[in-house]
Structures are given as structure tokens and as C-alpha cells.
């Protein structure tokens, strides 16, 4: 039996590591990935020195039942557990722990550093081409591409799209390997759309290559995402009425219970972290009315408090603002193009009837996470798509599937045989975006795949392919 996991990022590192230490002789796996973060993915392959993790090293080890592992990897002290690391040293751990399992597996396994484009039903397997033309067939097929490739932001110029002034991604690299902040003047007025983590980062760098021009944040409620305490509060056990109102499916209940427990809990992070195990059995219960509610009204909320910044990193982003280097602005891009001297936007802030023109050096969009299958401008997930293979999530949180990991076609069928892991996964678990749940799903999913095919498996060889 073969099975193909691709992306190479977090989801499917964790994945093809536990498969590789539980396959038994006569599996043989695939894992496929574009080069650049190749075990490590683009949070913590692609990311600079500075970037810090958010989560404390104690708890951010990739297999559910060793959440220690990777503070005992680097031989950390109590202290430096609690600590947040460079997201650097996280990918680096990923990364070993991967070609430890591919050392020691009785399964044979293979890594193809190439970018899959095409994922079609032949027989009762699949066949999956990649990028140089090269094809192979596989048995089962895990989709774990990460978060979709960023979309255009809305009103901004044709002109503009392919000017310097404009920043599609922070971490994109031209032909010399620079990423694009490099090129950003030091005295330059920065624009940058989005106040999220994506955001955090982008203003960190800048900073730490001497950035001195006045930089904007602009979005749509102007949140900034809260920070870790220090020192780590006590963990909090939740309460017969939050208990409750999880039970109620009615997003205003649940909400109105946790108002009135804040004045009360020693922080209100701990009653946050608390929710999270009972998160993803909550939102299956919601009805599409209640979650359509909690995505217009809460979600940019929620985000602020759940996913929270590194201690460090926010208070170096409230000094910025205390300096007036920093302004975070509530509100909506409706225009840019390229003026003759500057980028040239229309804002309107939130609240407010009339618009604003004002005049920019560089336009960064920084918006995170993207999983909006319909718009989505990524090859294979777009050729699955049209194809019909796959069906989008009615919110735009990625694809489709069921309580087995199976990804369901246009017309709610399940397609035997691929699955999908990571955070296309939203819309049927929402929090599946971060280690802890990651992790879980995982070893759910590895002992799915193992089970063995109701038809005879594939056998034919991957010479075609060129792997590590």
C-alpha cells in the first residue's frame, strides 16, 4: 500500500514522521513538498531570526504524547521552557525529528522535494503529477498544503501589482534570494494591511533593519492580537454553566457566560485556554446560522485573544506605538494605485461616512491565513476544485470533509481515499490550526491510513520521480 502525503509543512511532517515510526514493512510512503521549508514549512522553514514562536517551548512537542518533546530536544532548564523560542529552532526540530523516523522506519519511504499540481482518480487509486511532468500512482492521498497561497487585496491597481510599492507577501524572495523587505526604504512610509500575527512579524523586521518611517496597520476592527502573560497563570477548570452553554449550540450564550467569569478568574487567558478541548466538538454542533453569526461579529475578536503574541514582541509593537512610529487603524483599503511619487490609497475608517486619500511608499499585505478554496489561486487545490473532487466549505474555511479525515466531493460524497489534514480543515473543526490540535489530528489520522485497503494496492515503482 502507498500512501502520498502532499505538502511538506507542520501537518504533513508530523503526519509522515508518525507513519514512519508505526508503518509496518510493505507500506511505502510519499511525502511531497516544494523545496523551500521542505519538513519545516513556511511558519517556521521560511522565517527570520526574530520571529519568535507564540506558544511556550514546553508545550510544543509534535507528537500528542510527548507535548515535552521538543524542550527536551534542545535540553532546556525549567526556566528556558518557559520561554518563547525562534520559530527558526522549531523548524530545525520538525525537520531532524522527520529524517530520524525516514532512518528507522520498516516503511519504505520516500521524499520528493517537487510541487504537486494534479491529483486525479485512476482506477481505484490516484495519480499524482508533479511540477517537472512526472506522475506516479498512489493508493491514498492526504491533502496537508498548509493555508492557501494569499489572495489580491481588493482595489488595488493593475499598475500597482507589479511596482515595488507593493508587497504581496512579506517572506516572498526575488531571484537573488532577498525577501521583499529588504528592498523597503528605511525611511519609508509603510502601509501594511492586516493587524494579525502576519503583521507582528513584518513590523519586527522592519525594525530590526533599521526601519525609522511611520508605519501603518490597517483592519478592519484595528485589533491587535493580545499578549502571553509572562509568567504562566494557573490552569483554570471550566464551570457547570460554560459546560452549558458549550452544550447549546447558541454562540451568544456561550459568549454572555464567559462575560460574566472574567471579572472573576485570575486571567482571562486561562479561561481561553481552557476552552480549547472543547472547541472543536462546539463548532460541529453549530448550526450554519450560528457560525455565519460568530464569523461576522466575533471572529476578528476571538483571534485577538486566542492567538496571542510572545511577551517581547508586544511590548516592543506598544513602544513603537507609544513612540508614534507604530498606528493601528480600524478600517477598510478601498483603493491604491501607483501615483507618479507615492502609492496613492482611499481608506475609510470604521465608524465614519466619508473616505480618506493618502499617500504611501510601500503596500504590504499581511492578512495570515487564507483558506478560501473558491478564490484560491493554488494549482492543485483549484484543479481538484474544478474537477469536482473536492467541495469548499460554504464560509470560505477550506474544503469539505467527514469525522474520518475524508474529503467530500462537489455533492457531499466522500472520496474514498483522500483525506486532508491541517487548516483547510476549519469548517468542520475550526481550531485545527495550531500544534496542540495539529498534533491529535495527526495520530488520528496515521492510524486511519494504516488500516488496510478494501482493494489491491498499488505497486507500481516511483523510478520516475526524483526524490532525496
Known amino acids: 500500500m502507498r ?61 500528542q504524547d510527548q507535548p515535552g518533546e521538543f524542550a527536551r530536544w534542545l535540553n532546556l532548564t525549567k526556566r528556558a521552557e518557559e520561554s518563547f523560542l525562534p520559530r527558526l529552532v522549531y523548524g530545525e526540530y520538525l525537520y531532524s525529528r522527520l529524517q530520524s523516523a525516514a532512518q528507522v522506519s520498516l516503511a519504505g519511504f520516500n521524499q520528493v522535494q517537487q510541487e504537486a499540481v494534479a491529483i486525479e482518480r485512476e482506477g481505484g487509486a490516484f495519480r499524482v503529477t508533479l511540477a517537472d511532468g512526472s506522475d506516479f500512482l498512489t493508493d491514498r492521498v492526504v491533502l496537508a498544503v498548509g493555508t492557501l497561497p494569499p489572495q489580491r487585496l481588493q482595489g488595488v491597481g493593475p499598475r500597482l501589482l507589479v511596482d515595488p510599492g507593493y508587497i504581496a507577501w512579506p517572506w516572498q524572495r526575488n531571484l537573488r534570494g532577498e525577501d521583499a523587505l529588504a528592498a523597503v526604504p528605511n525611511d519609508a512610509r509603510v502601509l501594511i494591511v492586516g ?44 464551570p457547570p454553566t460554560v459546560l452549558h452553554a458549550l452544550n447549546s449550540a447558541d454562540v451568544r450564550l456561550l459568549l454572555r457566560t464567559l462575560r460574566s467569569l472574567v471579572p472573576i478568574v485570575p486571567d482571562w487567558r486561562g479561561l481561553i485556554d481552557a476552552l480549547r478541548p472543547y472547541l472543536q466538538g462546539y463548532w460541529k454542533t453549530l448550526p450554519d446560522e450560528q457560525r455565519g453569526r460568530f ?13 496571542r503574541l510572545a511577551p517581547s514582541v508586544h511590548e516592543e509593537l506598544q513602544q513603537l506605538r507609544d513612540d508614534g512610529r507604530l498606528s493601528i487603524r480600524a478600517g477598510r483599503l478601498l483603493r491604491a494605485r501607483r501615483g507618479e511619487t507615492a502609492v496613492e490609497v482611499v481608506l475609510r475608517e470604521r465608524g465614519q461616512s466619508h473616505s480618506s486619500a493618502e499617500q504611501y511608499d510601500v503596500l504590504v499585505r499581511a492578512t495570515g491565513l487564507d483558506t478560501d478554496v473558491e478564490r484560491t489561486s493554488h ?42 489534514l491541517g487548516p483547510l480543515l476549519r469548517g468542520q473543526l475550526w481550531e485545527i490550526t495550531a500544534v496542540a490540535e495539529l498534533r491529535v489530528a495527526a495520530h488520528q489520522l496515521a492510524a486511519q491510513l494504516l488500516k488496510p485497503p478494501a482493494t489491491r494496492a498499488v505497486r507500481e515503482p516511483l523510478s520516475r520521480v526524483r526524490a532525496l
Do not use: K
Not at 19 to 28: F, K, M, N, S, Y
Not at 219 to 224: A, E, I, N, T, V
Not at 390 to 416: K, M, T
Open 379 to 420: 494549482p492543485l487545490i483549484g484543479q481538484l476544485r474544478d474537477a469536482g473532487t473536492l467541495g469548499a466549505d460554504p464560509f470560505g474555511l477550506g474544503v469539505r470533509a467527514n469525522a474520518q479525515f475524508e474529503v467530500l466531493d462537489r455533492h457531499g460524497g466522500p472520496v474514498r481515499g483522500l483525506y486532508c
Open 195 to 238: 493587524a494579525g500575527l502576519t503583521m507582528a512579524d513584518t513590523v519586527v523586521t522592519l525594525v530590526r533593519r533599521g526601519h525609522t518611517g511611520p508605519i501603518t496597520a490597517l483592519s478592519r476592527h484595528g485589533l491587535l492580537p493580545q499578549a502571553h502573560l509572562v509568567e504562566p497563570g494557573p490552569p483554570i477548570a471550566l
Open 295 to 307: 464569523l461576522r461579529h466575533l471572529r476578528h475578536h476571538w483571534d485577538a485573544v486566542r492567538h
Open 3 to 63: 500512501i502520498t502525503i502532499i505538502g511538506a509543512g507542520f501537518s504533513g511532517s508530523v503526519l509522515a514522521t508518525e507513519l514512519a515510526r508505526t508503518a509496518p514493512a510493505g507500506v511505502d510512503l510519499c511525502l511531497v513538498g516544494t523545496p523551500d521549508g521542505y519538513g519545516r514549512g513556511v511558519a517556521y522553514g521560511e522565517a527570520r531570526p526574530e520571529h519568535l514562536l507564540n506558544v511556550r517551548a514546553r508545550e510544543l512537542g509534535a507528537t
